[in-house]
Nanobody, 121 residues
């Protein structure tokens, strides 16, 4: 079974920074796309940033220029460096990954349990 475990969330003042990590563990062949989503209270879960296995990235307009997604394929880990945080960034941040268990099967999609990010004004 594949598990995604996030870390790095916490409480920070506006203008501050946090670096989230998400490590994949278990038995699998390879990881394709990885991404970070967030869900604020009363709102739908939304894509924050995504990265392909070849390191192409995609960002929501609200975080462009402030957040940077990266990955270490050798460590099966994706990162989200968040700078210049605002109270509007407060949410639970979830890791997501498309994982191929074997070379001949289609990828399955997995979610982490989430990590809370709270930005105070």
């Amino acid at each position: 079974q594949v598990q995604l475990v996030e870390s790095g969330g916490g409480l920070v003042q506006a203008g501050g920074s946090l670096n989230l990590s998400c490590a994949a563990s278990g038995m699998f062949f390879t990881i394709n796309d990885m991404g970070w989503y967030r869900q604020a209270p009363g709102k739908q879960r939304e894509l924050v940033a995504a990265i392909t296995s070849g390191a192409r990235t995609n960002y929501d307009d609200s975080v462009k220029g402030r957040f940077t997604i990266s990955r270490d394929n050798a460590k099966n880990t994706v990162y989200l460096q968040m700078n210049n945080l605002t109270p509007e960034d407060t949410a639970v941040y979830y890791c997501n990954a498309d994982v191929k268990i074997t070379a001949w099967r289609l990828a399955n999609n997995y979610w982490g349990r989430g990590t809370q990010v709270t930005v105070s004004s």
